[in-house]
């Protein structure tokens, strides 16, 4: 089988969960490759709904070997409480579960530091999740972050912490006395979770080629969207890493050339987290039923999304950045008792109609969408399996979608369980 990578094509929250649940099947490996806790991904199997964060979906198969690496910054104790939580549910990880040696970690401070931040920026907050993502990925490029081998180096790992806490003094002094000593504290206290990690730690790097070389099928799972790459989104309403494809070969170390094919994820609508612009945003009822009808509150932080019509100038961007050959399309169900759909086709701004995505805060913030406006199928379409037994109406949405983009759509999301999928 292939080595594929999944990666959203909105910013996030794309049922990326689901898609790579079902892929996992054909994959003997999955292995995360960017991103942190912030991240979500939901994935129901028959009634039971598990919501993972860092780990990747492969570990609610038996047998599957899952991989976390070094593009990845971990929060240690974020990392044990999750597989805690599988443990009591009957899943297995013992000698299934792999982290990069060189992965950084999400220390105490980080979550301050960021909190701290965005309390500073007022009006121009960027929406965060406040778990100190932003904060651990900088330290890892001001060459100042704790890696997880530094947890068996108790001398540097010290060093290092006390060093991060002169180097953010200005920020942190905010702080009564009493807190920043509790913060000092509760950073070296990540000291005494080494021996509960160092059955997980290896060269991933060195596993992954291994594996290649043996011709294991390795699916790559990323975090967040295209719109939320740190280079290529909607900067700086952003996350702090790459989340496209390219960051598969940094984030895990391994050649382009092991990569056989990129599979984009999209929903039928589109949605956002936090804060920065979103050009076909619907603020009135339209966004508040797209909202209830497909459940859109973050599975890390419960805040509600945003929610608006589907954007094809984005999702154009995101093809040509990640050289996605295939798309999974998700929550058509949730557009079943709309009248009428919308699918933005470009953006109007002072006159001219651009069809091409720009990184432009201004122009994004103040043009008008060009929508292609669609008869809603009006009937129930949840837990539909064949392409076949659609609405016609809806059939014409989905090859709509296909043709602007000239990308085939080989696989239709009708619900959140693993049996409600349309495979083309």
Avoid at 156 to 185: M, R
Avoid at 295 to 312: H, I, M, Q, S
Wanted: proline share 4%; aromatic share 8%.
């Amino acid at each position: 089988m292939p080595n594929r990578v999944v990666v959203g094509m909105q910013w996030g929250d794309e049922g990326k969960g689901k898609i790579v649940d079902l892929l996992t099947e054909e994959a003997d490996i999955i292995a995360r490759y960017s991103g942190g806790a912030n991240a979500g991904h939901t994935v129901v199997i028959n009634e039971d709904r598990f919501i993972l964060h860092l780990i990747p979906t492969g570990i609610l198969h038996e047998r599957k070997i899952c991989v976390i690496g070094n593009g990845v910054v971990i929060d240690l104790k974020h990392l044990f409480s999750e597989l805690e939580e599988l443990k009591k549910r009957d899943i297995r990880f013992q000698r299934r579960l792999l982290i990069s040696q060189s992965a950084h970690l999400v220390m105490p401070y980080h979550k301050v530091e960021e909190r701290l931040e965005e309390e500073a920026r007022g009006k121009g907050r960027i929406g965060s999740t406040g778990r100190g993502i932003g904060p651990a990925y900088q330290d890892k490029m001001a060459r100042r972050g704790i890696r997880a081998m530094d947890i068996f180096n108790p001398r540097l790992f010290k060093q290092k912490v006390e060093w991060n806490l002169k180097v953010k003094d200005d920020l942190l002094s905010a702080l009564p006395e009493h807190e920043l000593i509790a913060l000092k504290n509760k950073s070296l206290d990540v000291l005494k979770l080494n021996r509960k990690v160092k059955p997980l730690l290896a060269d991933v790097s060195w596993f992954l080629n291994q594996s290649i070389k043996k011709r294991k099928s390795i699916l790559f799972e990323g975090a967040q969207g295209t719109l939320l790459d740190v280079d290529f989104g909607t900067y700086p309403y952003c996350t702090s890493s790459n989340t496209t494809a390219g960051a598969v070969c940094t984030g895990l170390g391994i050649a382009p050339s092991a990569i056989d094919e990129v599979i984009g994820v999209t929903k039928a609508y589109t949605t956002r987290v936090g804060n920065g612009p979103f050009p076909t945003e619907e603020k009135g009822k339209l966004g508040k039923i797209l909202q209830e009808r497909g459940n859109e509150f973050g599975a890390t932080t419960g805040r509600p999304r945003r929610c608006g019509w589907l954007d094809l100038v984005l999702l154009k961007h995101s093809l040509r950045i990640n050289g996605i050959s295939k798309i999974a399309l998700t929550k058509l169900d949730v557009l079943d008792q709309l009248d009428k759909i919308k699918v933005c086709v470009g953006y109007k701004y002072r006159g001219k109609i651009l069809t091409e995505f720009v990184p432009d805060l201004r122009i994004l913030e103040n043009c008008q969408p060009v929508y292609k406006e669609f008869a809603g199928w009006q009937k129930t379409i949840g837990g539909t399996t064949n392409f076949k037994k659609l609405p016609e109406r809806a059939k014409r949405y989905v090859d709509f979608i296909s043709r602007k983009l000239n990308t085939l759509i080989f696989m239709i999301s009708t619900g959140d369980k693993r049996n409600q999928t349309i495979r083309l």
